[in-house]
T-cell receptor
């Protein structure tokens, strides 16, 4: 079974631009979560989508948004990029059951650099 | 609120040394506990998990036991290898009313020297 894939793997943007990252979950998984990973803050939860609906959201500004399509693929968008948005963005998929045993499976991440 | 606390790194060991990475948690209810590993330049990979008290998760020589009485889930390996050099994350998962929460520790970097 193919794992979680993320595209692109690397991105370089300048301040003020916007960016869209893509994530394809494991087949059969209906939940997709996004995380921002930085050396200083560690893993921070951005949001979670399930069946095309945002089910949970972290404490990030409105410049960060996402969506999920009917095939469970997800995109996240960051508008008006700031230097501090430079990070590894990780996508994780799971079955989406609301039980504690639901395991998340991570993609390799997209490394975003904002100049 | 719920949280996961890991020992700070980096942890530097010689090959074949014994490894312990401490992890404690606070949570309401009965979370599941996980250890993830992140190799350089990659995403996180599930290493092992335990879903109820006294469960032992194990994989690739790593073990961790879910201790409810001490709210701990310490990661151990009897003999580390250079290839185990990575960042290790402890995490918990707990259901909310219509969703669930996944909380990660800050990660512990392990460096194994030949």
């Amino acid at each position: 079974k193919a794992g979680v894939t993320q595209t692109p793997r690397y991105l370089i943007k300048t301040r003020g631009q916007q960016v869209t990252l893509s994530c394809s979950p494991i087949s059969g998984h209906r939940s997709v979560s996004w995380y921002q990973q930085t050396p200083g803050q560690g893993l921070q939860f951005l949001f979670e989508y399930f069946s095309e609906t945002q089910r949970n959201k972290g404490n990030f500004p409105g410049r960060f948004s996402g969506r999920q399509f009917s095939n469970s693929r997800s995109e996240m968008n960051v508008s008006t990029l700031e230097l501090g948005d430079s990070a590894l963005y990780l996508c994780a998929s799971s079955l989406g059951q609301v039980i504690s045993t639901d395991t998340q499976y991570f993609g390799p991440g997209t490394r975003l650099t904002v100049l | 609120g719920d949280s996961v606390t890991q020992m700070e790194g980096p942890v530097t060991l010689s090959e074949e040394a014994f490894l312990t990475i401490n992890c404690t948690y606070t949570a309401t209810g009965y979370p599941s506990l996980f250890w993830y590993v992140q190799y350089p330049g990659e995403g996180l990979q599930l290493l092992l998990k335990a879903t109820k008290a006294d469960d032992k998760g194990s994989n690739k020589g790593f073990e961790a036991t879910y201790r409810k009485e001490t709210t701990s889930f310490h990661l151990e390996k009897g003999s580390v290898q250079v290839s185990d050099s990575a960042v290790y994350f402890c995490a918990l998962s707990a259901p909310l009313s219509k969703t669930y929460k996944y909380i990660f520790g800050t990660g512990t970097r392990l460096k194994v020297l030949a």
